[in-house]
């Protein structure tokens, strides 16, 4: 789904135009398809800590080429700088700046990953120098070309690097499945989570519940959620019955007809899942509308269905699912579609920022609710995705928010649902109420 200036640019006329004029020039990200192996080597571990060793271990069990200095390869596939132990900024430099001679040396579709620890308001120097990792990170992470990303996982004190959060999210970020997040930093605040026994079927097992499945980004959660071994449940309106029920004939899905807004949403689901005898490990809020207006002009029958749709039928749903008791499993991961509109605003659109800024702290909240039943709650931030919708858009509006991100093009579903599915996994316990933005690093917001 490439758009036809990205297109225009790839050609070689449009590629010397470019240039010449200095236009954006969006590389092609390689995907999944593209790049199915985990990792793209050599990677070169940056480092002196205990860390640093323990990383570079892991990565040898993935059967990962493994380095210490750039000097020793020619071309860089990954560089992972584990900064875990840096005590003071004046430290910052001595383990960076080796990077600096490398980046000219960085492959196509390369992956840069930080660890670090977050500032903890105790020791000034200390958190100065862990608040200096996070702001080269977002600016390393607008340098990069070549559809290359720069990300960073912060582990909380107490947290061995090992944690099974951290090998997740280190996994997300040194694969091809976060082709469309750079930018942007993870916290792991637990050792809770599990190891994935099948890393090419990593959902294996799980049974998972996607809203609003119909179409769009709902119907590429579903497909990347079964392909990665998942037994999915599909919910969609009604109306959209005809577009469930094809969906559910391709996965080989459960599919559920319900408005998630009913009053006897929550208590039909569950009931529906009870008759079916279906236990949950995996829901996924992703159902949702926009109705936008200017605040000048809003009105109750725009603000108020776009509230109740995206983040009040996500309240209701999981309050049912929790209070039945019997039909989420051991260990439930909630993943909820949050928007960047949620974190930065956007001009017209009050109704859905409210909304999406609520998910952003409901899933906070639910996390800490969940936290007893060992699971957690998370969302993924889309920013510019071409779907259908966007496409509606006005023409020199929608062209100028696809490039106003690192990766100057828009994301795809897919990315979006590469993100839930990280989500999903057993891996992911130790990620609560983190909001993940796949936006390419959108120039708004944080």
């Known amino acids: 789904m490439t758009d036809a200036y990205t297109r225009f640019i790839r050609s070689v006329p449009g590629s010397a135009l470019a240039k010449q004029l200095g236009l954006p020039r969006p590389a092609k990200l390689p995907r999944r398809d593209d790049r199915p192996e985990p990792v793209l080597g050599p990677v070169v571990v940056l480092g002196e800590s205990e860390g640093a060793d323990q990383i570079s271990q892991l990565l040898l069990t993935w059967g990962t080429d493994v380095r210490r200095r750039f000097e020793e390869v020619r071309t860089v596939g990954s560089v992972i700088v584990v900064a875990d132990e840096i005590a003071s900024p004046a430290d910052l430099g001595p383990l960076v700046l080796p990077l600096a001679g490398a980046m000219r040396s960085l492959a196509p579709g390369a992956r840069i990953v930080t660890l670090s620890r977050p500032a903890q308001g105790e020791d000034p120097a200390r958190d100065a120098a ?55 930093l993870l916290t792991v605040s637990s050792d809770a989570g599990g190891s994935t026994e099948n890393e090419s079927l990593p959902l294996a097992g799980r049974t998972a519940l996607v809203t609003g499945a119909a179409r769009g980004i709902g119907a590429a959660i579903a497909r990347t959620l079964a392909a990665d071994g998942a037994k999915l449940v599909v919910l969609d309106v009604p109306g959209a019955g005809t577009e469930l029920a094809r969906l559910a004939n391709e996965l080989h899905a459960v599919p559920i007809q319900l408005d998630v807004t009913s009053a006897s949403a929550g208590e039909r689901l569950v009931s529906s899942l009870r008759d079916r005898r279906l236990t949950l490990d995996v829901l996924v809020l992703n159902a949702g509308i926009t109705r936008d207006k200017m605040l000048a002009n809003m009105t109750a029958d725009r603000w108020d269905p776009v509230l109740a749709v995206n983040i009040s039928s996500q309240i209701a749903l999981t309050e049912a699912l929790i209070g039945a008791g019997d039909v989420l499993g051991a260990q439930p991961r909630v993943v909820s579609l949050a928007s960047t509109s949620g974190i930065a605003g956007n001009r017209g659109q009050t109704n859905y920022a409210a909304s999406k800024a609520g998910v952003i702290t409901f899933v906070d909240a639910l996390a800490g609710k969940l936290e007893a039943l060992g699971g957690t709650a998370n969302a993924v931030a889309p920013g510019f995705i071409e779907t259908e919708m966007t496409a509606r858009m006005p023409a020199l509006t929608r062209e100028v928010a696809r490039r106003l991100n690192s990766l100057q093009q828009g994301g795809l579903p897919v990315d979006v649902a590469e993100a839930i599915s990280f989500l999903s996994t057993a891996e992911a316990g130790g990620l609560r109420g983190e909001t993940l933005r796949v936006c390419g690093q959108n120039m708004v917001g944080r």
């Not at 944690?163 to 280190?170: C, D, E, K, S």
């Open 130 to 184: 862990r608040g200096g990792v996070e702001g080269f990170l977002r600016s390393l992470a607008h340098e990069m070309r070549g559809g290359a990303t720069a990300n960073g996982i912060l582990v909380e004190d107490g947290v061995e690097l090992d944690a099974p959060g951290v090998i997740g999210a280190l996994r997300f970020f040194l694969s091809a499945r976060s082709a469309f997040v750079t930018g942007q």
